[in-house]
DNA sequence: ACCTGAACACCGTTCAAGT
DNA sequence: ACCTGAACACCGTTCAAGT
């Protein structure tokens, strides 16, 4: 029979799977190893087989989250415009996209863990999206657009501005209209923050012409903010 | 005898008390209101007559976490120097402080609810911090440093930073070597993101001398980015 | 290799009853 | 008003045994 072959299959995805339906569906709270088994049709106990305990379906689960998380970012890049504008607010869009449709499973994603060896693998995920803002950011540097400087340090300040954005659209500090609309302060100001002095900042998504112009440094600086 | 009286004085403020310290010292996952009864010598069903339910004890634990960073935050405000650079960074150290000293707190605090009237008031609570943001963006606009528009849109990529730096500082993405080497770069980046067109910006305590000139917009430019 | 069934120690929540 | 003690239904985890 199908559910049979199914499981024989692949009762590690399907534990999974299920266990992200639930985390949707109910809530953190109310996800059993029990109940998951109980609903897949197999004993409470097979899920041990695939899983040491609860923690670690949980640290599998945030896994594929950044998984995702990644193939979303990058498929925002490869669709977005060439200017650097534009793909650093497709990057923002995504990740906020994709925060709000998965609220629960971005908050398992970023949660603070108690054994360290568990996160070593959550921490290299959440190193591997940061290294999409590096990335962007260096094609800023050589078109011009972003300011010079070690560009992990230029990056950092602008993936953090988008967690900080995603973390709050996801836990309701700001409503799903105010996400919204503020969507376009948000990068316009990541634009300014990051620009290279002397360049003029353009963003005309949201709220078309609006523009402003990063000046050069006054002589004499070493090292411009 | 002194534990008699002290649970019949307040044993709600115990029991947040010493949830809030097992969940400093194990994790989230290890508290149990039947242990914490059995810690302060209390029956099993004592709880239950301050707090419904579990998640009713959690949210008022984060309810307190909101107090006192707020209590940090305005403390943070009242020791700082006058500029708004050095006002702003006291700010982003206050809470940044405040999250790596209380981490599982933090995680508390935005952690995703699903029922929406329990979260409403941590929302009023989140929505009281962002106020000081937004009181911290109007002083800079009085003094000029801090560009003109409708403070609230100003203010709010701002606390967003703060947020998501805090954020990746207590899930572990930034290390504390990071964190500590990373604050100058993301303070300077927020004084770009908010400055006010033709304002010089400086910004020089980890990094002394570093500045900028953000210049007046272009002729003919109604709202600069 | 993968799963079952029973067993163990622990939960959260409720409710009559005590003081 | 505040707490107890027993009861209920549910957990996570382990382990010998099955196929």
């Not at 709000?100 to 603070?112: E, F, I, P, R």
């Not at 523009?211 to 440094?217: A, F, G, I, K, T």
Request: aromatic share 6%; hydrophobic share 45%; with cysteine.
């Amino acid at each position: 029979m199908q559910t049979r072959r199914y499981h024989h299959g692949d009762l590690r995805a399907a534990l999974l799977d299920r266990a992200e339906q639930t985390l949707r569906e109910k809530g953190p709270g109310a996800l059993s190893l029990r109940e998951l088994a109980r609903d897949l049709g197999v004993s409470h106990a097979a899920p041990s087989r695939h899983f040491k305990d609860k923690q670690a379906l949980l640290d599998a689960l945030a896994l594929t989250g950044f998984e995702r998380m990644e193939a979303a970012l990058t498929a925002s890049q490869e669709a977005a415009g060439e200017s650097f504008a534009e793909r650093l607010g497709a990057l923002v869009r995504a990740y906020v996209d994709f925060a709000v449709a998965n609220a629960v499973l971005l908050d398992l994603m970023y949660t603070v863990k108690h054994e360290p060896e568990a996160s070593e693998a959550l921490i290299a995920a959440a190193h591997r999206l940061a290294a999409m803002a590096v990335e962007l950011a260096a094609d800023g540097q050589r078109s011009g657009d972003v300011r010079e400087g070690p560009v992990e340090r230029i990056a950092m300040p602008l993936f953090t501005t988008l967690h900080g954005f995603a973390g709050f659209a996801t836990s309701g500090v700001l409503s799903a209209d105010e996400v919204a609309s503020g969507l376009d302060d948000v990068i316009a100001y990541m634009l300014r923050g990051c620009a290279a002095d002397g360049r003029e900042v353009t963003w005309s998504e949201g709220a078309p012409g609006l523009h402003c112009l990063v000046p050069r440094p006054p002589r004499g600086t070493s090292h411009p903010v």
